[in-house]
């Protein structure tokens, strides 16, 4: 299950945390036991409300661009 993008706008209001908490229902429904969501470092608003709505920061992976 893939959310492909969300825009600093829809996190400012109650939309971003409603997907969330969709995409939580969802994954727990699913049993996952882990949500794991990817963002650029120099995109603090995202790491903020990522961290707002529980969500620690991890850096594990890896990437290349071409």
């Known amino acids: 299950m893939k959310i492909r993008k969300m825009q600093f ?9 409603a997907l969330l908490g969709a995409l939580e229902k969802q ?3 699913r049993r996952c036991t882990q949500i794991i969501l990817v ?3 120099n995109r603090k608003d995202a ?7 529980g ?9 290349k661009k071409l």
């Open 27 to 29: 994954a727990k429904e």
């Open 47 to 53: 790491c903020r409300f990522y961290e707002a709505n």
């Open 9 to 17: 706008f829809d996190m400012q209001s109650d939309i971003g945390k």
């Open 55 to 63: 969500y620690q920061e991890d850096n594990a992976g890896y990437k």
């Open 39 to 41: 963002t650029e470092e």
